[in-house]
């Protein structure tokens, strides 16, 4: 029963999470790249100027709080000793007065208190430390009290004022310079605690302008994140494409533009699936369907070439040899096609095994007997016996194509070269050969599905545009490269190299 409740419990929690990275996929996928690039903008420069509004605000409040403090510390040091001038002033007036009875005297004594007076009391409304306030508060009552004294004395008419009477002047004295002192010792207090504050301030200034760049790069590369992954997306559909994955459907979760690219690029692979599939169904059709007739051919030559329906003359013969020679390249060019429709839908698997490469050359060349005896070609070849790990079929293609374009192109009487060598534990095929080779312009189309070069006048029969295509394919899948060499002065044709790997 408890765990039932928890389920339930974490049940709501769950929704909620979903929902809101739900809502937060829908206000991305809201706007354009251009409205994300303005907000962009915007959260990485947003805590900049914060900092900055906070930094300028920082100091300048400790430059109004420095200026505050300094001006009325000054000021109460400044007061002080004029409190203490007239303090002095009042007193060596009094005791002149006391001698000489000078009325004139006695009037400078009284000014000299009211500016004392007036003094304490704008001193008295400054924000000033309890022991200075305290301080200035006493002073003021007792002068005040002194003063009062004074007056009630001389109004009395009882005579002069005596050493008494005015002998409080040295105490007052006293705490005006306690005053004055107090007031330099705040001053240096107020120095040390500005000096204090304008540490924290700095320190303070300096972590929000850290926090905020570090806020501003890690939210910058987070929207640069979530605006790259769909550019992403998009490439990657582009490569597929262009690798024929024509099955797995494309879809762009981002701004808006960049969806609309994406179910244009979706349009653009179903249109290419349907080519590739009528391409694919063509080329299935037709291989499979000539097979049949040229089999018929085929068996029909070999009948006569054996004079089963009569004798032949020498005429005949060589007639026979023709057709027996046109139905071994349709059966080639046929075969081609096979190997082509099965290697671009990707039914071709690599079964690799164990071979010797010297042994399925002198195949092939055996193979190709007939037309090297019709036009009279010669291979330059020496036995050299290697072992291979390979697909050995896809590597007969390879081989196939390779002598039979080689045969092809050689004049009446030519020469083809095959030569076999094993560096860095890589197999190098040579084949060269004497005819026209291949021109500057055209060696960077010639791997193209259904390129043709020009054919030779003595040769009629048209290869089908696919066979180099299938020997790169090959070649590539089992690791390896094929290259097109410069010519020499003997073999003045076409020269392939092949480099394979002797093992996967």
Same mark, same amino acid.
């Given at each position: 029963?408890?765990a039932?409740?928890?389920?339930?419990s974490?049940?709501?929690?769950?929704?909620?999470r979903?929902?809101n990275?739900?809502?937060?996929?829908? +206000?991305?996928?809201?706007?354009? #790249?251009?409205?994300?690039?303005?907000?962009?903008?915007?959260?990485?420069t947003?805590?900049? @100027?914060?900092?900055l509004?906070?930094?300028?605000?920082?100091i300048?409040n400790?430059?109004?709080?420095?200026?505050t403090t300094?001006?009325?510390?000054?000021?109460?040091?400044?007061?002080?000793?004029?409190?203490l001038?007239h303090?002095?002033?009042?007193?060596? =007036?009094?005791?002149?007065?006391?001698?000489l009875?000078?009325?004139?005297?006695f009037?400078?004594?009284q000014n000299?208190?009211?500016e004392?007076?007036?003094?304490?009391?704008?001193?008295?409304?400054?924000?000033?430390?309890?022991?200075i306030?305290?301080?200035?508060?006493?002073?003021?009552e007792? /002068?005040?009290?002194?003063?009062?004294q004074l007056?009630r004395?001389?109004?009395?008419?009882?005579?002069?004022?005596?050493? /008494?009477?005015?002998?409080?002047?040295?105490?007052?004295?006293?705490d005006?310079?306690?005053?004055?002192?107090?007031?330099?010792?705040?001053?240096? #207090?107020?120095t040390?605690?500005?000096?204090?504050?304008?540490?924290?301030?700095?320190?303070?200034?300096?972590?929000?302008? +850290?926090i905020?760049?570090?806020?501003a790069l890690?939210?910058?590369?987070?929207?640069?994140y979530?605006i790259?992954?769909?550019?992403k997306?998009?490439?990657?559909?582009?490569?597929?494409?262009?690798?024929?994955?024509?099955?797995?459907?494309?879809y762009?979760? =981002?701004?808006?533009?960049?969806?609309?690219?994406?179910?244009?690029l979706?349009?653009?692979?179903?249109?290419?699936n349907?080519? /590739?599939n009528?391409?694919?169904f063509?080329?299935?059709?037709?291989?499979?369907?000539?097979?049949?007739?040229?089999?018929t051919?085929? *068996?029909g030559?070999?009948?006569?070439?054996?004079?089963?329906?009569?004798?032949?003359?020498?005429?005949?013969?060589?007639i026979?040899?023709?057709?027996?020679?046109?139905n071994i390249?349709?059966?080639?060019l #046929? /075969?081609?096609?096979?190997?082509?429709?099965q290697?671009t839908?990707?039914?071709a698997?690599?079964?690799?095994?164990?071979?010797?490469?010297n042994?399925?050359?002198?195949?092939v060349?055996?193979?190709?007997?007939?037309?090297?005896?019709?036009?009279?070609?010669?291979?330059?070849?020496?036995?050299?016996?290697?072992?291979?790990?390979a697909?050995?079929d896809?590597?007969r293609?390879?081989?196939?194509?390779l002598?039979?374009?080689?045969?092809?192109?050689?004049?009446? =009487?030519?020469?083809?070269?095959?030569?076999?060598?094993v560096i860095?534990?890589?197999?190098?095929?040579?084949?060269?050969?004497? =005819?026209p080779?291949?021109?500057k312009?055209l060696?960077?189309h #010639?791997?193209? *599905?259904?390129?043709k070069?020009?054919?030779?006048?003595n040769?009629?029969?048209?290869?089908?545009? @696919?066979?180099?295509?299938?020997?790169?394919?090959?070649v590539?899948?089992?690791?390896?490269?094929?290259?097109?060499?410069?010519?020499?002065?003997?073999?003045?044709?076409?020269?392939f190299?092949?480099?394979?790997?002797l093992?996967?």
């Amino acid at each position: 029963m408890q765990a039932n409740n928890s389920a339930a419990s974490e049940q709501p929690l769950r929704d909620c999470r979903k929902r809101n990275r739900w809502q937060l996929r829908h +206000l991305f996928q809201v706007g354009s #790249i251009f409205q994300w690039t303005i907000i962009i903008f915007f959260a990485v420069t947003l805590p900049l @100027i914060l900092t900055l509004v906070y930094s300028v605000k920082s100091i300048q409040n400790y430059t109004d709080q420095s200026h505050t403090t300094l001006f009325q510390t000054v000021r109460v040091s400044e007061n002080s000793e004029a409190l203490l001038k007239h303090l002095l002033d009042m007193d060596r =007036g009094i005791r002149q007065y006391q001698i000489l009875e000078d009325l004139a005297i006695f009037t400078a004594f009284q000014n000299n208190h009211q500016e004392f007076v007036e003094i304490a009391a704008r001193t008295n409304h400054f924000q000033l430390p309890p022991q200075i306030k305290k301080l200035l508060v006493k002073l003021t009552e007792d /002068e005040l009290k002194l003063y009062d004294q004074l007056l009630r004395i001389k109004g009395s008419g009882t005579g002069q004022l005596s050493k /008494e009477d005015i002998k409080e002047y040295v105490q007052l004295r006293a705490d005006v310079r306690e005053l004055v002192a107090q007031g330099n010792r705040q001053i240096y #207090i107020e120095t040390e605690s500005l000096s204090v504050l304008a540490i924290l301030v700095r320190n303070q200034v300096t972590n929000s302008a +850290l926090i905020s760049v570090i806020l501003a790069l890690l939210l910058g590369l987070l929207l640069l994140y979530l605006i790259n992954k769909p550019i992403k997306s998009i490439a990657q559909a582009i490569h597929k494409l262009g690798n024929a994955h024509f099955n797995q459907r494309i879809y762009i979760e =981002g701004p808006r533009d960049l969806r609309e690219i994406g179910l244009h690029l979706e349009w653009l692979r179903q249109k290419l699936n349907q080519l /590739e599939n009528s391409k694919q169904f063509f080329i299935k059709s037709i291989s499979h369907e000539l097979k049949t007739p040229l089999a018929t051919l085929m *068996e029909g030559a070999d009948l006569l070439q054996d004079e089963i329906v009569g004798e032949l003359n020498a005429e005949q013969h060589k007639i026979i040899q023709l057709l027996q020679m046109a139905n071994i390249r349709l059966h080639s060019l #046929i /075969e081609n096609l096979i190997e082509y429709q099965q290697t671009t839908s990707k039914l071709a698997a690599m079964n690799y095994s164990q071979f010797n490469f010297n042994q399925l050359v002198q195949y092939v060349c055996a193979e190709h007997q007939l037309l090297l005896d019709i036009k009279k070609v010669s291979v330059e070849y020496q036995d050299k016996s290697v072992n291979i790990v390979a697909d050995r079929d896809k590597i007969r293609v390879v081989m196939s194509n390779l002598f039979s374009n080689a045969l092809r192109f050689s004049p009446q =009487g030519g020469q083809i070269l095959i030569k076999l060598d094993v560096i860095n534990d890589r197999l190098q095929l040579l084949i060269a050969d004497q =005819g026209p080779g291949i021109a500057k312009s055209l060696q960077a189309h #010639i791997f193209t *599905e259904f390129y043709k070069q020009p054919v030779p006048e003595n040769w009629k029969i048209k290869g089908s545009g @696919i066979g180099l295509s299938l020997v790169r394919a090959y070649v590539e899948a089992h690791q390896g490269q094929i290259k097109i060499m410069a010519s020499d002065k003997h073999y003045c044709g076409a020269h392939f190299l092949v480099i394979l790997p002797l093992a996967p």
